[in-house]
């Protein structure tokens, strides 16, 4: 049964390695609903600032992660979305595909020691697929890292927006490591990229033109993840598929 948490979207919360040795053992009516802007994060603690903002350098970010999460929608548990937002599938099987980010990371010192962070990152040509969530966990659109790196499949490259919120122990601490970090507060992330459908996605043949997104919305503000109505305190979240007449 699928657990509505945080920890959820990570890879069955396994390190970032075993999670690329899952991927990489994939086998090889849509509605058309226009993904949603990611909606800006705001944070309930600023009001407690003890000094003023400041930019962290987004190498801070990139550094330190070693996880990657996939997406899904809890009332639709039909597709997992993955988004090398990290850059980590890339770089893990040595893959040059133009990949850019950009962004920013501010951070707040709060009155009781600790740090509120934002990390606002947003990507181009990054490495997308969609795959089943259940076995036979076929992929359903893209290619794997390991597919692309092993079989020469043709990956799809889409953009990524991500904004995560958290409080850190103290300014200037670490980034965490993963966004399922249990001081998060709020994840924002929309992602999407145009390319080839698989023929697991009943929606044509392999190399049918097709299109792939995901809006995730965390509202992650109670030590419980709750946010009602959805338990898991994602109050927006879905991951959609469909063909396309070309791009």
Not at 66 to 95: H, M, R, V
Not at 189 to 218: C, H, I, K, M
Not at 219 to 226: D, G, I, S, V
């Amino acid at each position: 049964m699928l657990q509505r948490s945080v920890a959820r979207r990570l890879f069955a919360g396994v390190p970032f390695a075993l999670a690329l040795l899952l991927a990489s053992c994939q086998k090889d009516a849509s509605d058309p609903i226009s993904p949603q802007p990611a909606t800006t994060a705001t944070s309930a603690h600023t009001s407690l600032a003890k000094g003023p903002a400041t930019q962290r350098p987004l190498s801070d970010f990139f550094n330190t992660q070693n996880t990657t999460f996939f997406w899904y929608d809890t009332e639709n548990p039909q597709y997992a979305l993955i988004s090398d937002y990290a850059g980590l599938i890339a770089k893990s099987y040595g893959l040059n595909l133009g990949t850019t980010f950009d962004g920013k990371i501010t951070e707040t010192p709060l009155a009781d020691g600790t740090a509120d962070v934002v990390v606002d990152i947003r990507g181009e040509n990054v490495l997308t697929y969609t795959q089943l969530l259940n076995a036979p966990f076929s992929v359903v659109f893209g290619a794997t890292g390991f597919q692309v790196k092993n079989n020469g499949a043709t990956p799809a490259l889409g953009t990524v927006r991500l904004k995560w919120e958290f409080i850190n122990p103290a300014p200037g601490a670490p980034i965490p490591a993963n966004v399922g970090y249990v001081g998060s507060t709020r994840i924002d992330l929309n992602a999407q990229a145009f390319g080839e459908l698989r023929a697991a996605s009943g929606l044509g043949p392999d190399g049918t033109p097709g299109r792939t997104w995901t809006n995730q919305v965390g509202l992650l503000t109670t030590p419980a993840h709750t946010n009602k109505p959805l338990d898991d305190g994602y109050a927006v979240e879905f991951v959609k598929i469909t063909t396309t007449s070309g791009h």
